[in-house]
């Protein structure tokens, strides 16, 4: 097995040797979503950074991996947004008169402002309302709206976020209030508001208030993550599942003395815990003392709880208050607390002991040090230390503007929006994967112009190599060259492309290694691509195919293990991105039709021409591709591509014969042949998804797979470049003869003419030259050297007007 480091969280600095539990397996406990809204793409970056590293563990190194993951489906945040949709719901079915919806707005308007925005109620022009909310706004808090900080220095971060967020809910509010938008543009200060009123009435031991969402929630955050080609994990938990063995999970560390009740919940007592000789916050011991994250790890309903010993004691166990959901135990109904439900679910799965834990970097202090600690203090012996964890993973989060995407600071874009606006799953991998795994990132433009420019070097190499063993070998299934018999099996030397491929093999290995480095794998990727189109482009032709070919199965084989193709499966031995059509196993009849049909239609075509014989010609015209298919078929081909190569490579055949005879045949038998030359090439071969380059000094077409989607845009793009060449050409053209009509116009005018009609003058001369202007006085000289000058011109534009028109 290969020396495998990992970045460990739990010993921090550089990568440490990964040793498993137990040798070829690895078990391993992921922090699933608190599902109570559609997951983000702080999300995408968390589960596909994971997904990568699961499939290197699985699919490169061979380990049996089991994998579990949590849905958290009942926490703080799904208790308030469940309970406050219902009582939303609960609202909008009373009668309201429209000034007592102004007043209920305006009292929720001014209560939020009073939660969140506390400045806006300082005012000298009396309460705060919808006429003064803008301009105190602006006063108190314009800095921050345009770009500055809360202290005056360094950059905007989470807080900042958090005020616009609160700026924006507010504003949005001012213009719904009295409008028909009411409730939807206000909904975010009345939630609170009608929480804070109506809560306690709701009766919780109906949980379908809370499991309608969490269900509906849960099943979102799969189909992205499906729509990611996030692998799906061996075994799902679920908090409410867990409930009881939770509560005994509780009892037992209250019994060993590391937890105590207190007013009907139950704490870590964390000065036991530490007395006994254990560890309190392995992760982040600078931060155990941060109220702030101690509170937020409490949960906003935990802050009215109370009898805790020490400030840092977290809640295992919460009494449950009217409008929470509660179960049964020994300190009464209560529901978990947030970090208590890990514990139970990962142990009851992986035992005592598990190799890896993984979660986002934001969860390391409280929620995983607060894990690690219940469950050392339930599993430990004698007040001997007890290792629950041996490698703590941790997700680099994603930024934006500087503050983590959050659904709290709702300054997030959707997965579902932005795969269906600015990524496919597929750009979205390689992204992440410019990235280490572990680091922050906040995606700018030029890195995803990085990873646009990757994937279009990886699309065009894929689609080359293919073509080239098309064309001498007729089917990409002919040459399986084995770079190992080659070389390194025979101790023979290693020489050009098949020394940098082993070199290749060596750099990604290596990074591989060193805690799952995918930007440099990502980078030995390009470069081994760049060696081999540098090969492909040299002007000798002694291309080394079976070099190349191996280059390629290599290249799909990682980007294979790394999950950057939804249609390939393990062990990822295909060449270039698998079709749909081919994972799909498609009926080999049903799947060649489509280039059946078209060869037919083109055959038949080509027939009605008025061709000079030949006996190539008549050769072509009798060509049998099925022949060749049904032995493809025979030999056990699936692949729409391979399977449709005889009717493709009859096509170009057909096609490239009717070019070489273009010079020979008369103009009107050019012209179709040219129309029928660009329609097989632009339509017939293009709405498959094939692509003919054509070469020079009559070598054949080379037969290319792109995909037919990018293919049409491309000639629509050609197209509308050609009619917008075209409406140019054609304006330019009526300008020249509007232009062209206004010069002989003006020239058809004798010059004894031309000044006669202008105002300014009272008396001309025989020539109609000015003599003299409308008030009597002479015409300068100055200005008569400048009319004599323009009754030149006139004079011979109007005899060229003479000699073109005549007198007419």
């Known amino acids: 097995m290969d020396s495998i480091k990992v970045y460990n969280s739990l010993k921090p600095g550089l990568p440490v040797p990964f040793t498993p539990i137990e040798k070829g397996k690895v078990s391993w406990y992921a922090c699933g979503p608190t599902v109570y809204d559609h997951s983000h793409l702080g999300h995408a970056r968390n589960y596909v950074s994971t997904d990568v590293i699961r499939r290197i563990l699985l699919h490169y190194y061979g380990f049996d991996v089991k994998f579990v993951m949590n849905f958290t489906d009942i926490d703080d945040k799904i208790i308030l947004k469940a309970r406050r949709q219902r009582l939303l719901e609960i609202e909008k079915t009373k009668k309201y008169t429209e000034s007592e919806l102004v007043e209920l707005g305006m009292a929720a308007f001014r209560a939020y402002a009073k939660s969140n925005l506390p400045m806006l109620l300082e005012g000298e022009d009396g309460p705060l309302d919808l006429n003064n909310y803008i301009s105190r706004r602006d006063s108190a808090y314009g800095h921050i709206l345009a770009g500055g900080t809360l202290t005056g220095e360094g950059k905007p971060g989470d807080d900042e976020a958090k005020l616009k967020m609160h700026t924006n809910n507010m504003t949005s509010a001012a213009s719904a209030i009295g409008s028909e938008l009411f409730f939807s543009g206000a909904e975010e200060i009345l939630l609170p508001y009608f929480d804070s009123l109506y809560k306690e009435s709701l009766d919780t031991s109906d949980q379908t208030i809370f499991t309608s969402l969490t269900k509906l929630m849960e099943n979102e955050f799969t189909k992205d993550m499906d729509a990611l080609n996030v692998l799906r994990p061996d075994v799902v938990t679920r908090v ?14 209250v019994e060993k003395g590391f937890a105590y009740e207190a007013e009907g919940s139950v704490y870590f007592d964390i000065t036991a815990f530490e007395k006994a000789g254990n560890t309190y916050a392995h992760l982040r011991p600078e931060s155990r003392n941060d109220k702030a994250l101690q509170e937020e790890g ?28 509660y179960w049964p135990s020994k300190w009464g109904n209560g529901r978990p607390g947030w970090h208590i439900e890990c514990s139970v679910m990962a142990s009851d799965v992986l035992g005592s002991c598990m190799d890896l834990h993984s979660g986002g970097v934001d969860l390391a202090f409280p929620h995983h040090d607060n894990e690690l600690a219940q469950s050392e203090a339930y599993f430990c012996e004698h007040g001997h230390e007890h290792t629950w964890v041996n490698y703590f993973l941790h997700m680099g989060h994603l930024s934006i503007s500087g503050s983590k995407m959050s659904k709290s600071l709702k300054n997030f874009q959707t997965i579902k929006d932005a795969l269906a606006s600015a990524y496919t799953a597929r750009s979205m991998r390689i992204v992440f994967l410019h990235g280490k795994w572990n680091d922050g990132v906040e995606i700018t433009p030029s890195m995803r112009t990085q990873a646009d420019a990757w994937e279009t070097t990886l699309n065009n190499f894929f689609t080359n190599v293919k073509s080239l063993l098309v064309e001498a ?47 440099q794998v990502i980078r030995a990727i390009a470069d081994i691509i760049r060696k081999a189109n540098i090969h492909i482009g040299a002007p000798s032709g002694n291309l080394e195919l079976p070099a190349l ?22 062990p990822y031995e295909g060449l270039g991105w698998a079709s749909a059509a081919a994972s799909a196993n498609i009926d080999p009849i049903t799947a060649v039709q489509p280039y059946e049909a078209v060869y037919n239609s083109i055959l038949s075509d080509a027939k009605l021409l008025d061709l000079p014989a030949s006996e190539t010609w008549t050769s072509l015209l009798s060509q049998s591709p099925r022949l060749e298919f049904d032995s493809l078929v025979e030999a056990g081909v699936r692949d729409p591509e391979q399977l449709g190569l005889p009717y493709l490579r009859a096509t170009s055949k057909l096609r490239d014969e009717l070019r070489r005879l273009i010079a020979s045949v008369a103009p009107e038998v050019k012209k179709s042949i040219l129309s029928l030359s660009d329609r097989i090439r632009d339509f017939d071969l293009t709405n498959l998804g094939v692509y003919l380059d054509d070469r020079p000094d009559g070598q054949p077409s080379l037969i290319k797979f792109i995909p037919a989607a990018e293919l049409i845009a491309a000639r629509e793009e050609k ?24 010069k002989w116009e003006k020239a058809k005018v004798a010059p004894q003419d031309m000044f006669k009609s202008d105002g300014r003058y009272s008396e001309w001369d025989a020539e109609g030259m000015p003599t003299k202007l409308n008030d009597g006085s002479e015409v300068p000289k100055a200005q008569l050297k400048k009319l004599k000058k323009e009754w030149d011109r006139q004079k011979k534009a109007h005899g060229e007007y003479l000699t073109k028109f005549g007198d007419s």
């Not at 109370?306 to 929470?324: I, N, T, V």
């Not at 197209?719 to 206004?742: N, P, Q, S, T, V």
Request: without cysteine.
């Open 473 to 519: 070998n007729g089917t990409t299934a002919a040459i399986r060259s084995g770079v190992e018999g080659l070389s390194v099996a025979e101790n023979k030397p290693i020489a050009g492309l098949l020394a940098d491929l082993e070199q290749a093999k060596k750099d990604v290995n290596a990074a591989l290694n060193n805690s799952f480095d995918t930007p």
């Open 719 to 742: 197209a509308a470049r050609e009619a917008e060449k075209a409406k140019a050409k054609e304006e330019a053209r009526i300008a020249r003869e509007k232009a062209e009509a206004e």
């Open 549 to 570: 070919e191996s280059i390629a199965r290599w290249v799909t084989k990682i980007v294979g293990i790394l999950g950057l193709d939804a249609n390939a499966s393990p």
């Open 298 to 325: 409490e949960g906003s309903l935990g802050k009215s709880l109370g009898g805790k010993r020490g400030p840092g004691d977290f809640a295992l166990w919460k009494k449950s208050k009217p409008g929470e959901p």
């Open 240 to 253: 409410t599942e867990y409930v009881p063995q939770i509560a005994s999970f509780v009892e037992k560390v």
